[in-house]
């Protein structure tokens, strides 16, 4: 498989609930997750269930244009609650492979399956249109820092 | 047991003692990280240390993003949070909330008459920020038995109100003339109420006209005390006795029957669980009169027949 595509977003957020910041980069620390996000230090909606796939997590910038072209919902990159915004990557098809992501390696490990807790969170009725494009998890293979603009591509 | 990453997490960063009866607290983030945006009217659940969950108005300006206010009034004859909160929690303690929600949002776009019965101002302290801002028409009724049991009169005479808000002592013989308030509204002007039950019950006769343009805010617990009845659990088949003064949420859990619930004052609609059979007496204060055709709050509700059938 072959893909070029780029990060346009990145975000974190230290607890549950709390809104994403939009960053200008992310330390991605291998085998844990990202420096001050909620995944990394057990703070996330689900770390009572932790998962050694969900280190970090990815959604696409595609995906908040069809919500806005088909649905008239406006989902911001920072509500979406995935630390990285792509284009250009066909992030269902990437289940089990390694791509590369600036200068760091990640291993996607499923697909995100979006829950009713994004709808109390953003107070809009998304549940059902996030089926199937909810954004994929991954392992952190090889870490360091990405930045914005930063391809993304097969390792 | 309810675990930390599944309510919002907030620090305690400052109280104030507003007057004798009342006290501010103002809630962080332990990291002062942004909190979750609320919007005016809302409120949220307050989880106390001892397990109360009480709901509580947020009171400060929407557009400050990194705190939550809550303004209490301590109750001595209330059901404990009042006292708890006045009594134990310190600044620095933490306290775990509710995402925000909001069954009283003010209008966008309609000239806004607000009543508010004592520390039922609360609600509406959150939106005069934004309505001040936004130049829209508002007039503010502030009702007390007296100036002293109005706690938040300087802090409104501090917000460069002028004539928009206008103070109401029944001691000193200056009652709300309701009738003058309602006869005085725009064509398309909506009035919300907040404050205690028989203000709401007189507002809510008065006023039913309005239909859509009317709302109101209830505080406090809904009650009511019911013979004995059954409940017949409908797919397990269960039968749950009920017994006077026992409430129907009781009983189910005394039975082992998993209800979630909240306010426990039929305020939040946390329990609310689909009827099937029966006469329920509906004592929910914030159920849409159409959704209690399906749905009742067992916490404060009751049967007026022997039986009752829910969908659980």
Not at chain 1, 16 to 41: W, Y
Not at chain 1, 75 to 97: A, F, M, Y
Not at chain 2, 162 to 181: I, K, P, Y
Request: aromatic share 6%; with cysteine.
């Amino acid at each position: 498989m072959t893909f070029t595509g780029k990060v346009e977003g990145l975000h974190v957020t230290p607890r549950s609930f709390l809104p994403m910041r939009n960053m200008e980069k992310l330390q991605l620390i291998e085998g844990l997750g990202v420096e001050g996000d909620r995944h990394s230090i057990n703070e996330a909606f689900h770390s009572d269930r932790p998962e050694e796939g969900r280190q970090i997590t990815f959604f696409e910038a595609e995906t908040l244009e069809a919500l806005k072209r088909d649905h008239h919902i406006i989902l911001k990159p920072e509500q979406h609650r995935r630390n990285v915004t792509t284009r250009g990557v066909p992030l269902n098809h990437l289940v089990g492979r390694r791509f590369r992501v600036g200068t760091c390696v990640v291993e996607a490990t499923r697909l995100t399956t979006p829950c009713r807790h994004i709808e109390q969170i953003t107070g809009l009725e998304i549940y059902e249109v996030l089926l199937h494009r909810a954004g994929l998890n991954a392992k952190i293979v090889k870490g360091g820092e990405i930045h914005l603009g930063d391809i993304i591509e097969p390792e | 047991m309810l675990k930390r990453i599944h309510r919002v997490t907030t620090v305690v960063s400052r109280i104030e003692q507003i007057d004798p009866r009342v006290k501010r607290f103002h809630l962080q983030d332990p990291g002062g990280w942004e909190l979750p945006p609320f919007t005016a009217g809302a409120h949220i659940d307050i989880h106390l240390p001892s397990g109360l969950i009480r709901q509580y108005s947020l009171s400060g300006d929407p557009a400050r993003d990194d705190t939550y206010t809550i303004a209490v009034q301590r109750e001595e004859d209330g059901r404990g949070g009042s006292r708890e909160l006045h009594d134990d929690v310190q600044v620095g303690d933490e306290l775990l909330v509710s995402l925000p929600r909001n069954s009283f949002p003010i209008a966008a776009d309609a000239a806004v008459t607000m009543v508010a019965g004592g520390i039922g101002i609360t609600p509406f302290l959150s939106a005069l920020p934004s309505l001040l801002a936004s130049g829209r028409p508002f007039v503010l009724h502030y009702c007390a038995g007296s100036l002293d049991r109005a706690s938040f009169v300087p802090m409104l005479q501090e917000m460069g109100l002028a004539d928009r808000v206008r103070f109401h002592f029944s001691e000193t013989g200056q009652r709300l003339d309701l009738a003058r308030v309602i006869a005085g509204l725009d064509e398309d002007g909506h009035l919300y109420c907040c404050g205690p039950a028989r203000m709401l019950e007189a507002i809510e006769t008065q006023a039913g006209h309005l239909g859509e343009r009317l709302h109101v805010e209830h505080f406090g617990i809904a009650a009511g005390v019911d013979p004995a009845y059954e409940v017949l659990l409908a797919r397990s088949g269960q039968v749950v006795p009920v017994a006077p003064g026992q409430t129907m949420l009781q009983a189910l859990r005394a039975a082992d029957v998993h209800v979630p619930a909240s306010c426990e004052g039929g305020v939040c609609l946390d329990c609310k669980c689909r009827w099937l059979e029966g006469t329920p007496i509906h004592r929910e204060l914030t159920m849409p009169l159409d959704d209690r055709k399906e749905w009742i709050t067992p916490c404060v509700s009751g049967s007026a027949g022997p039986r009752l059938t829910l969908d659980l």
